[in-house]
Structure formats: structure tokens, C-alpha cells
Nanobody
Framework: VQLQASGGGLVQAGDSLRLSCAGF????????MSWFRQAPGKEREFVAA????????YYSDSVKGRFTVSRDNAKNMVFLQMNSLKPDDTAVYYC????????????????????WGQGTQVTVSS
């Protein structure tokens, strides 16, 4: 699976942004999908995940209640709707795919993901 993230940009604090991740190649619906982000000088951070079926979602505490992850398997797409953005949300955002259908919750940040997208920059000004 090839992944291509898009939708990043420069916004002001309080604004919203929707990221997209397009999957190409193998059956997209076989993969659980996650979003990660990495700010300059910081380690990569798990943001959100959605199960292969779309029935389950999981969020980091830092974005819970503000971000929503969704997917459209018919279109091989995953989305990250980001509301009430803060300057601390500034980072490069990556989508990642895992074929591991048993891992969930706290296991997700530590999984060896099968595929990664190239990242899209999100900058939130104060």
C-alpha cells in the first residue's frame, strides 16, 4: 500500500483543518490506519487511529474531543478532522497503515506499521 497524505496548511488558532490520506495498491480495508505527528525537535507522537472496518477509533489525550478520524474504504481514504487547533498542534502529520488487527489502544503507538505516508505540514499560528 502506498499512502499519500494531504490537506495541511497554515491556519490560526481556533481554526479547523481536514487532513486526507489516500491509499493505493493492496486492499485498503485490510489495514488499520493511524495518524502520527512530529514537531520540530520532538519525537513522533501518536494522534489517532481507526480500525480496518471503521467501527472503532482511538485518540491521544492531547487531541481527544477536538480531532475526529474517519475512513471511506470504498474510496481508499482516511481523514483527520482537526477542530479548535492550537499552536501546539503544529507538526508534520503522517498517516500509517498496519495489518495487525488485534492490537488496539495503548499498543497502537508502539506498533511496527507496515506503511507510512510522506507527511503533510500543519502550522497553527497564535
Amino acid at each position: 500500500v502506498q499512502l499519500q497524505a494531504s490537506g495541511g496548511g497554515l491556519v490560526q488558532a481556533g481554526d479547523s483543518l481536514r487532513l486526507s490520506c489516500a491509499g493505493f495498491g493492496r486492499t485498503f480495508s485490510n489495514y488499520g490506519m493511524s495518524w502520527f505527528r512530529q514537531a520540530p525537535g520532538k519525537e513522533r507522537e501518536f494522534v489517532a487511529a481507526i480500525s480496518w472496518s471503521g467501527d472503532s477509533t482511538y485518540y491521544s489525550d492531547s487531541v481527544k474531543g477536538r480531532f475526529t478520524v474517519s475512513r471511506d474504504n470504498a474510496k481508499n481514504m482516511v481523514f483527520l478532522q482537526m477542530n479548535s487547533l492550537k499552536p501546539d498542534d503544529t507538526a508534520v502529520y503522517y498517516c500509517a497503515a498496519t495489518s495487525n488487527k488485534r492490537a488496539w489502544g495503548a499498543e497502537l503507538p508502539r506498533l511496527p506499521y507496515d506503511y507510512w505516508g510522506q507527511g503533510t505540514q500543519v502550522t497553527v499560528s497564535s
